[in-house]
């Protein structure tokens, strides 16, 4: 398992994941926002993400939004595993 931080809006969160997609759940659960679908949060989160970092952030697949996240800084490893 991997450390990961994701810092976009307020205090910044800390998760553990085998990957660092990991970051959509670990967001979703400390978001106010509700979505009725996993698809309308992932467009809704990527639309928030792109406001607040000014850069565009894609959400056609997990791997895209996940490059961009990391790729502006949103999303970070903390400490990697070593096995």
């Known amino acids: 398992m991997t450390k990961y931080r994701l810092k976009i809006g307020g205090d910044p969160i800390e998760f553990t994941s085998t990957g660092p997609e990991g970051f959509i759940d ?31 952030v894609r959400f056609d697949t997990i791997e895209s939004f996940t490059d961009d996240m990391m790729r502006h800084g949103m999303l970070e490893v903390v400490d990697a595993e070593q096995s």
């Open 26 to 56: 670990a967001w979703r659960m400390e978001s106010p926002y509700e979505w009725k679908t996993y698809d309308q949060w992932v467009k809704n989160a990527a639309a928030l993400a792109c406001d607040w970092s000014g850069k565009p």
